[in-house]
C-alpha cells in the first residue's frame, strides 16, 4: 500500500482500456458512420474508467490477469456510458454537459443519442461474449452477470426510482434502495466479473460482491456532496443539479457533515470486505480510499 502510486496505476491501465475499446468497437468510418462516430465520442470522452479499473484490480487481487479481464472491463464500461448518455436525454435528466464535453444529445441529436446508447449496450454483449472463461465461471454465469446488474430489477430500478422521486420526499431506506441499484449494482458487478475472470474462489466473490458494494455506496454518497461542493467545470458535468430538480441525496437528507461520515462508514466496510485477501488487494484498497477522497 505504502508504494502503491494509483494515480500512475490508473493511468496505465486507463490507456489499456481505451486501446482495448478501440479494437473492440467497429471504426468511426464503417456504415452507418454517425452511430459509430456517437457511439466513439461519448466512450472517448474522458471518463474516469473507474468501473474498468475495479474489473482489473479484482482480477488481480485474485491472481488472474490483465487479458482475461480486458473483455469484462470493455464491457461494463459500454454499460456505463450506455447508461450515461440516456441519463442526460431531455427526457430523463435533459443535461448538456458531461466528461467535460456538451452530452450525446447535443452533438449528434435525441434519436441519434438513444440509438448510441442501445448499441452500447448491445456491444457490451458482443464484447463480453468474446472473454476467455473456465468451467467455474462459464460465458452463461459471466453473461448473466452482466445482464442482471443492467437490468431492470438493479442497474434500470435504480434510474425508475431516482425519476419517480424527483420532487418528492423520500426516505433514507428509499434513497438507499435507489444508490444500491443505480450505482453499487454495476460497481459490484465489476468486481465480481474481475474475480471471474481470475477464477476466483466463491469466498473471494463474495468478498468482492461486499466490497463493490460499499465502494458503490461510498461513490453515490461522495458524488451527492460533490454535486453541492464542486463546479460544473472540475465536474465536467452541471454541479448543483439535484438541488434544482428537488432531488433526494444523502446532503439534502443528512446535510454534508453527516453525508461525509456516512461515506467513511461505507469504506471501513469496504475495507473490511478485503481481509480474506490479506493484503494482496492492493489496487483495490487504494481505489476504496481515492473513492473517499476524490474530489471530481
Ligand atoms: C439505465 C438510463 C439508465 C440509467 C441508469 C447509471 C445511471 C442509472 C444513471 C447515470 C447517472 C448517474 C448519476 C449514475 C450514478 C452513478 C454515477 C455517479 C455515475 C457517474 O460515474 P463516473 O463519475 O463517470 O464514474 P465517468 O464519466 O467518470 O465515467
Redesign the pocket.
Not at 45 to 51: E, L, T, Y
Not at 80 to 89: N, Q, R
Given at each position: 500500500m505504502r508504494d502503491f502510486d494509483l494515480s500512475k496505476w490508473l493511468k496505465a491501465q486507463s490507456t489499456e482500456v481505451d486501446a482495448a475499446l478501440n479494437r473492440f468497437l467497429p471504426r468511426a468510418t464503417a456504415k452507418p458512420s454517425t452511430i459509430h462516430k456517437a457511439m466513439r465520442y461519448s466512450i472517448f470522452?474522458?471518463?474516469?474508467?473507474?468501473?474498468p479499473a475495479l474489473v482489473l484490480a479484482a482480477a488481480e487481487a485474485c491472481g488472474g490477469n490483465q487479458d482475461a479481464a480486458m473483455p469484462l472491463a470493455c464491457a461494463v464500461?459500454c454499460i456505463?456510458?450506455?447508461?450515461?448518455?440516456?441519463?442526460?436525454?431531455p427526457g430523463?435528466?435533459n443535461d448538456d454537459m458531461?466528461?467535460g464535453k456538451p452530452t450525446n444529445h447535443k452533438v449528434f441529436g435525441e434519436g441519434m443519442a438513444i440509438l448510441a446508447?442501445d448499441a452500447l449496450l448491445t456491444q457490451a454483449f458482443e464484447i463480453a461474449a468474446q472473454c476467455e472463461t473456465s468451467p467455474r465461471y462459464p460465458l452463461k454465469e459471466v453473461i448473466l452477470e452482466i445482464a442482471r446488474a443492467?437490468g431492470s430489477l438493479q442497474?434500470?430500478a435504480?434510474?425508475v426510482a431516482?425519476l419517480e422521486g424527483e420532487g418528492q420526499v423520500i426516505s433514507r431506506s428509499q434513497l438507499r434502495y435507489i444508490?444500491e441499484?443505480?450505482?453499487s449494482a454495476?460497481l459490484a458487478c465489476s468486481v465480481r466479473l474481475g474475480g471471474m475472470s481470475a477464477r476466483c474462489s466463491p469466498m473471494q466473490l463474495q468478498a468482492l460482491t461486499e466490497f463493490g458494494y460499499n465502494v458503490?455506496l461510498v461513490?453515490?454518497v461522495i458524488?451527492d456532496i460533490l454535486d453541492v461542493t464542486q463546479s460544473s467545470e472540475t465536474l465536467?458535468?452541471t454541479a448543483g443539479k439535484d438541488v434544482k430538480s428537488g432531488k433526494a441525496t444523502y446532503p439534502s437528507l443528512i446535510g454534508l457533515e453527516a453525508s461525509r461520515k456516512v461515506a467513511t462508514v461505507f469504506t471501513r466496510k469496504a475495507f473490511e470486505a478485503l481481509h480474506p485477501f490479506r493484503g494482496r488487494a492492493i489496487a483495490l484498497e487504494s481505489i476504496a480510499r481515492y473513492l473517499l477522497e476524490r474530489d471530481r
Open positions: 470522452a474522458g471518463g474516469k474508467r473507474m468501473r464500461e456505463h456510458t450506455y447508461s450515461l448518455i440516456h441519463d442526460d436525454l430523463m435528466d458531461r466528461r446508447g443492467s442497474l434500470i435504480g434510474q431516482d444508490h441499484r443505480k450505482t454495476l458503490g461513490f453515490q458524488d465536467g458535468k
